[in-house]
Nanobody, 124 residues
Framework: QVQLVESGGGFVQTGGSLSLSCVISGRTFSTYSVGWFRQAPGKDREFVAAISSGGSDSRYSDSVKGRFAVSIENTKNTVYLQMNSLKPEDTAVYLC?????????????????WGQGTQVTVSS
């Protein structure tokens, strides 16, 4: 059973930084992608970033490109999302998800396993 646990969320002022972690356990496949999504109250869940299991490929949404960075540490089965220059519109629950395939999925339907999420709140 694949399980994902996010941590690192919190409250920060505009312009601040946070680093999120996603620990993956129970994985039996060797090639996969990990995505970060976010969901604000009353809004649809949206793609933020994704990284390949080897760490060589990544992609970002236009809204976070240049401010967020995704990385993976396979020895710790952990994926990170470094968030800099945070804005109030970044406020949301952030979730990580695993796609047991090589693609850097943009769509929710491409991911089979999800964490519960961690809250990020950015004050103006």
């Amino acid at each position: 059973q694949v399980q994902l646990v996010e941590s690192g969320g919190g409250f920060v002022q505009t312009g601040g930084s946070l680093s999120l972690s996603c620990v993956i356990s129970g994985r039996t496949f060797s090639t996969y992608s990990v995505g970060w999504f976010r969901q604000a109250p009353g809004k649809d869940r949206e793609f933020v970033a994704a990284i390949s299991s080897g760490g060589s490929d990544s992609r970002y949404s236009d809204s976070v490109k240049g401010r967020f960075a995704v990385s993976i540490e396979n020895t710790k089965n952990t994926v990170y999302l470094q968030m800099n220059s945070l804005k109030p519109e970044d406020t949301a629950v952030y979730l990580c998800a695993v796609d047991p395939g090589p693609g850097l999925g943009y769509y929710i339907s491409e991911y089979d396993y999800w964490g519960q999420g961690t809250q990020v709140t950015v004050s103006s």
